[in-house]
Antibody
Framework: QLQLQESGPGLVKPSETLSLTCTVSGGSISSSSYYWGWIRQTPGKGLEWIGSMYYSGTTYYNPSLKSRVTVSGHTSKNQFSLHLTSVTAADTAIYYC???????????WGQGISVTVSS | QSVLTQPPSASGTPGQRVTISCSGSISNIGGNTVNWYQQLPGTAPKLLIYSNTQRPSGVPDRFSGSKSGTSASLAVSRLQSDDEADYYCGTWDDSMNGPVFGGGTKLTVL
């Protein structure tokens, strides 16, 4: 059974960079046909896709966040990461890492990590 | 506002059948398969339906999905009190090259 686990700081100061890591077990981030990505949830905006990395390494980002987001993979550790720069209070959310597909294969989500942006 | 449109609320009594709709466009639902998620308070979204109609193992057959054109629906049959939760639809969007979601529907069991 594939499992994903988010890790990182729960509190980030405004204007700093939010960095999270997703550790994958039970499967490889190099598996073909899958995207490995980040989704966040806020009370005001619901579920919002942030960005993803295809198994080949190509990255895709939500246009609304593209200028501040980097998703990268670490195949030797079977992990992938999220870096979101210049954070504000609007970036306070629960962040989920997930394996998803564009061709109807089932997806898997982590349990989520709550991140607050505050000084 | 969310890319996919869902009613904010739905309700039913125990034993009833309830449906939740999800509306999109040709760039998302119209050309791709739909997932449905159940979210209980304080927990991560749980996949209920993927590829329009498929249930992951362990999901009761009381939950079923369908899709037609640029819309999709989730049906919950034989409603139970522990079905009370938020339900989200999601799909791939060809113009964004990523997944998009509905705003969620809060299902209340009266």
């Amino acid at each position: 059974q594939l499992q994903l686990q988010e890790s990182g700081p729960g509190l980030v100061k405004p204007s700093e960079t939010l960095s999270l890591t997703c550790t994958v077990s039970g499967g490889s981030i190099s598996s073909s046909s899958y995207y490995w990505g980040w989704i966040r949830q806020t009370p005001g905006k619901g579920l919002e896709w942030i960005g993803s990395m295809y198994y080949s390494g190509t990255t895709y980002y939500n246009p609304s966040l593209k200028s501040r987001v980097t998703v990268s993979g670490h195949t030797s550790k079977n992990q992938f990461s999220l870096h979101l720069t210049s954070v504000t209070a609007a970036d306070t959310a629960i962040y989920y890492c997930a394996r998803h597909s564009s061709v109807g294969l089932r997806d898997y989500w982590g349990q989520g990590i709550s991140v607050t942006v505050s000084s | 506002q969310s890319v996919l449109t869902q009613p904010p609320s739905a309700s039913g009594t125990p034993g009833q059948r309830v449906t939740i709709s999800c509306s999109g466009s040709i760039s998302n639902i119209g050309g791709n398969t739909v997932n449905w998620y159940q979210q209980l308070p304080g927990t991560a979204p749980k996949l209920l339906i993927y590829s329009n109609t498929q249930r992951p193992s362990g999901v009761p057959d009381r939950f079923s999905g369908s899709k037609s054109g640029t819309s999709a629906s989730l049906a919950v049959s034989r409603l139970q009190s522990d079905d009370e939760a938020d339900y989200y639809c999601g799909t791939w969007d060809d113009s964004m090259n990523g997944p998009v979601f509905g705003g969620g529907t809060k299902l209340t069991v009266l």
